[in-house]
C-alpha cells in the first residue's frame, strides 16, 4: 500500500480488482480472495490491513 500507485488483486487467474491501492485492498475484497475478515486502519500517516 505504501509503494504502489496501483496494484491488482487476483484470485483463480482471475482479476478481482485494480486501482489504487485504497480501491483495491478493501474488507470487501479481502475477504472476496483470501476468505478472512479484515479492516483498513489509518494510523500514524499510513495505511495497515489488519486480519481479525
Known amino acids: 500500500m505504501r509503494f504502489c500507485n496501483r496494484i491488482v488483486m487476483m484470485c483463480n487467474d482471475n482479476i478481482v480488482a485494480a486501482g489504487s491501492p485504497d480501491e ?3 474488507p470487501e475484497n479481502i475477504k472476496a480472495v483470501y476468505g ?5 486502519e489509518h494510523s500514524y500517516g499510513r495505511d495497515r490491513v489488519i486480519i481479525l
Open 36 to 40: 478472512v475478515d479484515a479492516v483498513i
Open 24 to 26: 483495491v485492498l478493501t
